[in-house]
T-cell receptor, first 118, second 112 residues
């Protein structure tokens, strides 16, 4: 069983279209993330949810809207796609490391969705 | 905001040699994580360091967290062809729970 799965794996679409990427994790983690990896392989965090609550919302255009229907799912909807949105989008989840201060532990990444906007 | 710099960007290594990649943050980190991404793959977790001055080893890999919790290093001994990939550090921001700033990565190429 895949721990973190994403669909679709590849997405080719034209400028101006709206598309969604789905992510599911079966690890029972409370925290989930969306990352964007550009052509230079730079990984940038976009959003983070903890127990379905949005806790991190980086400076991402409003065209990007995450939705977490339950703890196991975190979807990403993108409106009015632009050429610059072309990248690999990774979903990740992590457990919480309990201690004096609880912090997120290792992140399990999905296989990625390669989005190409033409 | 926090910036995490990683050097070198590229590392060409002869099989059997050692190398080190460094990660430096402009601010104090709550913790640091290291990941490895093979070509065409996704990042895979290697280690998390939380304590000041912490050193952890995984076989040929040695990870270190600086005393000031602003820098970290990954040292690989006796490099093998299986070590090929991009190594990322990810710094956890002290005042922003759950937010990790990734370095640009060190792309490692191993020649036999």
């Amino acid at each position: 069983d895949t721990a973190v799965s994403q669909t679709p794996k590849y997405l080719v679409t034209q400028m101006g279209n709206d598309k969604s990427i789905k992510c599911e994790q079966n690890l029972g983690h409370d925290t989930m993330y969306w990352y964007k990896q550009d052509s230079k392989k730079f990984l940038k965090i976009m959003f983070s949810y903890n127990n379905k609550e949005l806790i991190i919302n980086e400076t991402v255009p409003n065209r990007f809207s995450p939705k977490s229907p339950d703890k196991a799912h975190l979807n990403l909807h993108i409106n009015s796609l632009e050429l610059g949105d072309s990248a690999v989008y990774f979903c990740a989840s992590s457990p919480i490391r309990q201690g004096a201060i609880s912090i997120p532990y290792e992140q399990y990444f999905g296989p990625g969705t390669r989005l190409t906007v033409t | 905001g926090q910036q995490v710099m990683q050097i070198p960007q590229y590392q060409h290594v002869q099989e059997g040699e050692d190398f080190t990649t460094y990660c430096n943050s402009s601010t104090t980190l709550s913790n640091i994580q290291w990941y490895k991404q093979r070509p065409g793959g996704h990042p895979v977790f290697l280690i998390q360091l939380v304590k000041s001055g912490e050193v952890k080893k995984q076989k040929r890999l040695t990870f270190q967290f600086g005393e000031a919790k602003k820098n970290s290093s990954l040292h690989i001994t006796a490099t093998q062809t299986t070590d090929v990939g991009t190594y990322f550090c990810a710094g956890g921001e002290g005042d922003s729970w759950g937010k990790f700033q990734f370095g640009a990565g060190t792309q490692v190429v191993v020649t036999p």
